[in-house]
């Protein structure tokens, strides 16, 4: 195991040094100003022990830890198969298979959770399943991403060789399959987690009054009560909850390991007695993450009791194409400063020791700084003079960047890692300089990784709520927030258009998806050849 | 390779700097003196009137209006009150009187007595005699009931708050939740404004009753409500005006509304407009609110936000008057109490209800 792990000695770290300097310069700037403001501007001692002797405190951070750490086991459950079957064989609609998975993870939780009103049977209604099924449907998309792209780095031959020297499936799982995915599985695990810690519009929606995360109460806190102060206060509470859970799993999970390998691996094909299981798990999945996007269409087209297409017609109605706009300029601008924040992250985390641990724990954290905490810092730190952003259309760019680019992080890190040092050695050797070496080895080994950070920071923000409903913006809303305007308005008509712009995000982002699908797999097949 | 990588960190660093000099050239066209004047606008997501309705403000005095909306009115007047003096915008539109007093203490708004003033309904005037803000339009937030599924089963539909309590209505009211919710928080100060000291009895018996708390107000008309969605519940805290909606939005148009209010249970809703202290255009911003309170506009509310007009003056369309009621006596509290009391309220009605 060691042997293995000491493939990736640290390079020179000049340029992890400056990248790390840009990456903690845009977080000082855009994450750690606005939290700090909020807590010298909003919290006095007091404040703290009014809010920390409450029972009702420890309620609520009791019941945000126990219901993420259920949501994530049983989203580890029910990903694993179809997680095995794209990251490990090799079939027809592989690609679409993994898109339609993914498409859960970026719709708007607001969207999602109303899918679910209609889908489920209303005896399940506000119940812990309901906040489970829905949390599992979110983070799929996280597992089979983050555990099946680490598996399709897995020898197939290496197993096979084992099988026919006599191990046992399970030995072969123990020894092969899990030390490679450990370190994957741990992150997945640690990014769900932090995600269904501070879930918000699936606990308010499904989970009903009588469920409350840190999250929503810090919201009901701040806007519904009008108190600040206890708001921050539980911000914080979050917060430190959060690095301590991040520290603990780091310990847990230990290093990762690094892999030496050049040429991408064949996947393997899917046996004949598996055919079976192979279809079942895929069907299984495709059924359940499209039967709410399925609901949504339905809704799009029923008005009152009828069915009709008058809402559809109403598609290039103004302030409808106007979000439509609005949320395709800031997912692109996210898209794009957010791959290159997580491309220095990433730069800086594998090239630096401690400070790249640090930047690595930083990215993580910045998961936990719950989005309406987040933009409300934002809206109240950057207010003066040349400063004051609050209105600009990119601002709410901005803050997307900082809720997408640590799940980049985690698809990049790993595949960065895979690339051996043996290249950089020879290339230098060779008198290729470090910049030289970044571009032409690491950047371009990186390219189908960086496509996917991209479709998925694009889609992270098509998608994005929280953060968005809460700075204001100038020239028309995110589509989101307009879905969730509609959907607060009365009227059978009103209502019809929510679920088209719904059905319409959730096209969307399915065709995104295979695009970014196919886009890798062409230069997959390029790099292979 | 390097040409494009080079290319992308250039169109990087383009973007970043675009969005640098956009921000800035903004910035200049509110402040300088020269060119045309651009008032912002802070609003709420509800707010929607005629999407071309400034284009007659610009028309008549130069001055260019930018709606910026965002979120909730409770999200709007939070982030108002912490901006307090430095504000994001020149108006803003959406604090209502159970916001009121937290907006007038953080000191939010400039004073303004609009020309308008005496065609206002008074009782909204005099809500802020000193004109620190401006009322803009009233509603009601009542119990509506599905009147096929009452006169199917030969019941009567219930007329008061205390007459909820009785069986013959158990399992049958669903209501948004106040904490989260504005016609939620509107419908507890009913309850309080009703029964006084009493509200607390008065929900632990609907407790009993099996009333059901939802977390906002389309999850309680369209998830629950029978009229409106496949739910069980033919009672439903809504709107006075969520009847003629449910006409005029319905394709083709019924001839009845299939919805109606119970008109002693309402709770009265007052909005207002105000100009953010710390403006640099305080004289257009005036205009603005005479601009806001003008027939013209007061006109366009009923049949885009479904409210009534506070201007006594402007006509409401028929089709909204044939469906839309207007109690004669509805509860109130006054903004003092209610900024004064809110957070206690609200932390008593969860204990009671939500633990």
């Known amino acids: ?529 | 390779m390097k040409i494009r990588s080079l290319l992308i960190g250039l169109a990087t660093a383009g973007t970043l700097l675009a969005a640098c000099t956009s921000g800035s050239t903004n910035d200049v066209a509110v402040t300088t003196n020269d060119g045309p004047i651009t008032l912002r606008l802070l609003a709420h997501e509800s707010f929607t009137p005629t999407e071309t309705i400034f284009d007659d403000f610009t028309l008549q005095t130069g001055i260019k209006v930018e709606l910026v909306r965002s979120s909730d009115a409770g999200t709007l007047v939070t982030k108002a009150v912490l901006a307090s003096g430095n504000p994001e915008g020149d108006v803003l539109w959406g604090v209502d009187n159970t916001l009121l007093s937290r907006a007038l203490d953080a000191d939010v708004f400039v004073p303004y007595v609009t020309v308008h003033r005496d065609d206002l309904d008074a009782v909204a005037v005099a809500l802020a005699p000193d004109g620190a803000v401006t009322p803009v339009d009233s509603g009601d937030v009542c119990i509506n009931y599905d009147k096929a599924w009452f006169a199917e089963r030969n019941i009567t539909p219930p007329l008061t708050l205390q007459a909820l309590t009785s069986s013959t209505y158990r399992n049958l009211l669903v209501t948004p939740n106040p904490v989260s919710s504005s016609p939620g928080l509107a419908f507890l100060l009913a309850t309080i404004a009703e029964f006084g000291d009493g509200w607390q009895q008065w929900w632990e018996t609907m407790r009993t009753n099996n009333i059901l708390i939802v977390e906002s107000w389309s999850d309680a008309y369209y998830g629950h409500f029978t009229a409106a969605s496949d739910g069980e519940r033919p009672l439903v805290v809504s709107y006075a005006t969520s009847p003629p909606a449910e006409v005029l939005f319905a394709d083709p148009r019924p001839t009845q509304a299939p919805t109606a209010v119970a008109a002693l249970t309402c709770f009265r809703q007052y909005e207002f407009a105000g100009i953010l202290r710390g403006t640099k255009h305080e004289p257009q911003a005036q205009l603005l609110i005479d601009f806001l309170v003008s027939r013209q506009f007061q006109e366009d509310l009923p049949l885009t936000q479904f409210v009534w007009p506070i201007n006594n003056k402007a006509s409401v369309p028929k089709e909204f008057l044939d469906y839309a009621l207007r109690p004669e006596n509805p509860l109130t509290i006054g903004p003092a109490i209610i900024a004064q009391r809110r957070a206690e309220w609200l932390e008593q009605f969860s204990d009671i209800m939500l633990r």
């Open chain 1, 1 to 529: 195991m060691n042997r293995v792990a000491m493939s990736q000695p640290v390079l020179h770290p000049t340029l992890g040094r400056v990248a790390a300097l840009v990456v903690a310069l845009w977080l000082g700037v855009f994450l750690v100003a606005p939290v700090l403001t909020m807590t010298v501007g909003f919290v006095q001692p007091a404040d703290f022990l009014r809010v920390l002797t409450r029972s009702s405190t420890w309620q609520l951070v009791w019941f945000s830890l126990w219901q993420s750490a259920l949501s994530v086991a049983v989203t580890l459950v029910v990903a694993a198969p179809v997680t095995w079957l794209i990251g490990l064989h090799h079939f027809r609609g592989r690609r679409l298979l993994r898109a339609v998975s993914t498409v859960g993870f970026l719709l708007p939780s607001v969207v999602v959770a109303t899918a679910f009103l209609a889908v489920l049977p209303r005896s399940l209604h506000y119940t812990m399943f309901a906040v489970v099924i829905a949390h599992v449907y979110f983070n799929i998309a996280v597992v089979v991403r983050v555990v099946g792209a680490r598996l399709e780095l897995l020898d197939v031959q290496l197993m096979n060789a084992a099988r026919t020297l006599g191990a046992s499936p399970t030995v072969v799982w123990r020894t092969i399959v899990w030390p490679l995915i450990r370190g994957a599985t741990v992150a997945a695990a640690a990014v769900i987690f932090l995600y269904c810690f501070s879930s918000f519009a699936v606990i308010r929606v499904l989970g009903g009054p009588r469920r409350s995360t840190l999250e929503s109460d810090i919201a009901l806190r701040a806007f519904g009560i009008g108190d600040i102060s206890a708001a921050t206060v539980l911000a914080l509470v979050q917060l430190v909850i959060v690095v301590g859970v991040i520290g603990v799993v780091r310990r847990l999970s230990g290093r990762e390991h690094g892999l030496s390998r050049l040429a991408t691996l064949p996947l393997t094909t899917v046996m004949h007695r598996q055919r079976l299981f192979a279809i079942g798990v895929a069907g299984a999945t495709a059924t359940f993450v499209l039967l709410p996007i399925a609901a949504l269409l339905w809704r799009s087209v029923q008005v009152g009791d009828a069915s009709s297409l008058a809402a559809w017609r109403t598609v290039f109605d103004t302030s409808l194409t106007a979000s439509i706009r609005a949320s395709a300029r800031t997912a692109l601008l996210a898209g794009v400063l957010g791959v290159a924040l997580a491309v220095l992250t990433t730069l800086a985390v594998v090239r630096l020791g401690t400070i790249g641990r640090l930047i690595d724990m930083l990215s993580i954290v910045v998961l936990a700084v719950s989005p309406v905490t987040l933009g409300l810092g934002l809206v109240l730190t950057f207010d003066v003079g040349w400063f004051d952003w609050r209105a600009q259309w990119w601002f709410v760019a901005v803050a997307h960047t900082l809720v997408a680019f640590p799940l980049a992080v985690r698809v990049l890190v790993p595949a960065w890692r895979t690339t051996p040092i043996g290249l950089h050695q020879a290339a230098a050797v060779l008198g290729a300089g470090e910049l030289r070496r970044l571009v032409d080895i690491d950047l371009r080994r990186m390219r189908p990784a960086i496509v996917a950070s991209l479709g998925l920071i694009v889609a992270v923000s098509l998608g994005e709520f929280g953060a968005a409903s809460l700075m204001s913006r100038a020239g028309g809303e995110t589509m989101p927030v307009m879905i969730a305007r509609l959907l607060s308005r009365t009227g059978d008509l009103v209502r019809a258009q929510a679920f088209v712009l719904a059905s319409l995000l959730a096209v969307v982002c399915i065709a995104a998806l295979v695009l970014v699908e196919f886009a890798l797999g062409k230069s997959d097949h390029v790099a292979r050849r």
